[in-house]
């Protein structure tokens, strides 16, 4: 029966999780050309853009399946509830972005091409943002429900990673152990707004 539902959420918006495994193959067929015509400084260059891609679209991608579906505001009248649409469509998308970030990593690693390369505990970093992104993601979403809010926060929290914090903490583990702390804590007070159904079921009478 979960696997039922899991499906029917999926069903909703199944380029968004397909979405990230397309962005992985083109990153690395681009890294596999660019090797035969440039050198390795200037590919790594083009790696650290890239690389960051993945982060911000799953940002966008968990903002626009928490908001973007007019089923998302009638869950509350179902027996499912908004919390449980929520959290799955969550788990969803972020599971997805996560497996194919830790595939683009492996392929890029393997190829030597993967921007600040410190081994296999790199992936931290991907993997880690990833997380960040949508926990955040999830909090404004449930208390917002707006795509657009949702998505500028999902820039604004790549924003500060990629220029303010990540340049100056290069340790994977400790670049992101205290945002992964307050990313969690942001998406426990999210699950426990989403289980006020009183309180949601208000938010959509307002709309």
Known sequence: MRLTFAGMQLKRFSLPAVLPFMMTLGILLTGIL??????????????????????ITSGICTACV???????ELSESTPSGWRKVQATRLLIITGA???A????????HMLRLWPRDLGWVSMITPVGGILIVNCL??????????????SLASIAVWLFLCLIWDPYITDPVRQR????IIAAACAIF??????DSERNALKVADL
């Open 137 to 150: 993601v999830f909090l404004i979403a449930v208390l917002t429900m707006s795509m657009p809010t949702s």
């Open 177 to 180: 152990l205290v945002p992964l």
């Open 34 to 55: 660019l090797e035969a015509i440039c050198s390795l400084s200037r590919i790594r260059v083009v790696m650290m853009a890239l690389t960051q891609v993945p982060m």
């Open 97 to 99: 972005f996560l497996i």
């Open 190 to 195: 999210g699950w426990n707004v989403c289980g």
């Open 101 to 108: 970030t830790a595939l683009l990593f492996i392929g890029l």
């Open 66 to 72: 928490l908001n973007g579906d007019p089923l998302v």
